[in-house]
């Protein structure tokens, strides 16, 4: 696989791993996006594992 395409497929799979919701994180797995719309934390409260998603940038830390 080249790099491009790596980046392509990269970017798909972030589109289903973001969540559009206000955590705004980025899941290992892809998320119910079609039926829940957001990670399950955003739709209904459920802490989500902090294993299971990548910790926030730095941008979203230094937001005051
Ligand atoms: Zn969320």
Redesign the pocket.
């Known amino acids: 696989m080249t790099l491009a395409k790596e980046a392509a497929l990269d970017k798909a799979m972030a589109a289903r791993q973001t969540?559009?919701?206000?955590?705004?994180?980025r899941y290992f797995h892809c998320?119910p996006l079609k039926t829940l719309g957001?990670?399950?934390?955003?739709?209904d409260g459920t802490p989500?594992d902090p294993a299971s998603y990548i910790a926030p940038s730095a941008k979203h830390l230094l937001a005051a």
């Open positions: 969540c559009p919701g206000p955590c705004g994180r998320l957001s990670c399950l934390e955003c739709h989500a």
